[in-house]
T-cell receptor, first 116, second 115 residues
Framework: DTGVSQDPRHKITKRGQNVTFRCDPI?????LYWYRQTLGQGPEFLTY????????KSRLLSDRFSAERPKGSFSTLEIQRTEQGDSAMYLC??????????????FGQGTRLTVV | AQTVTQSQPEMSVQEAETVTLSCTYD???????LFWYKQPPSRQMILVIR??????QNATENRFSVNFQKAAKSFSLKISDSLLGDTAMYFC????????????FGKGTRLHILP
């Protein structure tokens, strides 16, 4: 396994268009996270899945954003009617639920979105 | 609110020198994890070192060590014998131990190791 992979690596879109990103976690990991990183900032939590269940969503995730993780494997993040403020790096991470013990979250290389 | 503050936006040191990156955090939690992540240019973020708040002993990983001061809510990273490959963004981060479902990151420190 080569780690968390994200596709595409870069996306340029016109304002108002819809975009969809994909994340493939490490195969045995049941937790999957989406973060957004804007220039000069640290990553900010967007949402989190345990298997196929979306357990938490940040208030940063407006109605234009939707995330899915069908069958608890890969995940998609869709942004509808993109705005220039959506331009950012979208990071995916995965981990194995360690129940009482912490297990490391592994990050993908991210998808850089530019809205023009 | 839980926050992580990194007061040094950018630092530069010569190769082989020792550098310390600062981090403070704010939380009402008693049990939590603290992290330093490294994000090299155009590459994915990797975990450098982790500290569990209930452990008094400072974590070390080869050339990387932390100075964890729980009462002061301070968590600095020391990089000894710095290498050119240490050039990266470094993020201090935090997650509560009882609900490790999200990591809260600071804004980062851009570290340049100069030849």
């Amino acid at each position: 396994d080569t780690g968390v992979s994200q596709d595409p690596r870069h996306k340029i879109t016109k304002r108002g268009q819809n975009v969809t990103f994909r994340c493939d976690p490490i195969s045995e990991h049941n937790r999957l996270y989406w973060y957004r990183q804007t220039l000069g900032q640290g990553p900010e939590f967007l949402t989190y899945f345990q298997n196929e269940a979306q357990l938490e969503k940040s208030r940063l995730l407006s109605d234009r954003f939707s995330a899915e993780r069908p069958k608890g494997s890969f995940s998609t993040l869709e942004i509808q009617r993109t705005e220039q403020g959506d331009s950012a790096m979208y990071l995916c991470a995965s981990s194995l639920d360690g129940h009482r013990f912490y297990t490391e979250a592994f990050f993908g290389q991210g998808t850089r979105l530019t809205v023009v | 609110a839980q926050t992580v503050t990194q007061s040094q936006p950018e630092m530069s040191v010569q190769e082989a020198e020792t550098v310390t990156l600062s981090c403070t955090y704010d939380t009402s939690e008693n049990n939590y994890y603290l992290f330093w992540y490294k994000q090299p240019p155009s590459r994915q973020m990797i975990l450098v070192i982790r500290q569990e708040a209930y452990k008094q002993q400072n974590a070390t990983e080869n050339r990387f060590s932390v100075n964890f001061q729980k009462a002061a809510k301070s968590f600095s990273l020391k990089i000894s014998d710095s290498l050119l490959g240490d050039t990266a963004m470094y993020f201090c981060a935090f997650t509560p131990r009882n609900r490790d479902d999200k990591i809260i990151f600071g804004k980062g420190t851009r570290l340049h190791i100069l030849p």
